[in-house]
């Protein structure tokens, strides 16, 4: 699988795309606290490492660039859910 393959399926995974948006909502009731760049940013890599580990099979371990592709899609997919956040919130007022 190439490189841009890898990253169209790890865009379209859901269990990945259902953990970046629990993340941007536990970042923002924890904001407060916790601040904004570092929660987001560990869970980034957590959810990079996380979600192959969860699909390989037993004892397949994923190969680094499906973790460094991993985190390339998970900044997209934040992006994507921030931008969505940001219109939802413009249209409330």
């Known amino acids: 699988?190439?490189?841009l393959q890898l990253l169209q399926s790890q865009l379209l995974d859901p269990f990945?795309?259902?953990l970046i948006v629990a993340l941007m909502f536990t970042q923002m009731r924890t904001a407060g606290s916790t601040g904004a760049i570092m929660p987001l940013a560990f869970g980034v890599l957590f959810v990079a490492v996380i979600a192959p580990m969860t699909h390989g099979g037993v004892g397949?371990?994923?190969d680094l660039r499906t973790f460094l592709v991993g985190i390339?899609?998970?900044i997209i997919l934040l992006a994507i859910?921030?931008?969505i956040r940001a219109v939802v919130m413009r249209?409330?007022?």
């Open 60 to 62: 397949l371990l994923p």
């Open 81 to 83: 859910v921030y931008a």
């Open 1 to 3: 699988m190439d490189l």
């Open 16 to 18: 990945r795309v259902g």
């Open 72 to 74: 390339v899609s998970n």
């Open 91 to 93: 249209t409330k007022g």
